[in-house]
Nanobody, 124 residues
């Protein structure tokens, strides 16, 4: 049974940092791509970052490039999203998602299982 459980969200001031974590089960990260998405109120879900399994390549959305970093721990089957220099526009529900193959992209159709999400609010 595939499961993804996010944690680490919360309220942070602009310029602050948060580290999100996603614990996965039912598959292994060394064979499947994993990604992070977010959805702000009234907006469509958008890809933030993803990590391919075989070659470790990462993709990062332009809006978070240089501020967000995705990483994985194969031994613990967890994926992290380190978010620095947070801005109010980063506010939203963040989801991790399992890819359909080892190679990732940021399209929603490239992912088949999703976590329930964790809320991130950036506000003073």
């Amino acid at each position: 049974q595939v499961q993804l459980v996010e944690s680490g969200g919360g309220l942070v001031q602009p310029g602050g940092s948060l580290r999100l974590s996603c614990a996965v089960s039912g598959f292994t990260l060394d064979h499947i791509a994993i990604g992070w998405f977010r959805q702000a109120p009234g907006k469509e879900r958008e890809g933030v970052s993803c990590l391919s399994s075989h070659d470790g390549r990462t993709f990062v959305a332009d809006s978070v490039k240089g501020r967000f970093t995705i990483s994985r721990d194969n031994a613990r089957n967890t994926v992290a999203l380190q978010m620095n220099s947070l801005k109010p526009e980063d506010t939203g529900v963040y989801y991790c998602a399992k890819g359909t193959t080892w190679l990732c992209g940021l399209g929603i159709h490239e992912f088949d299982y999703w976590g329930q999400g964790t809320q991130v609010t950036v506000s003073s």
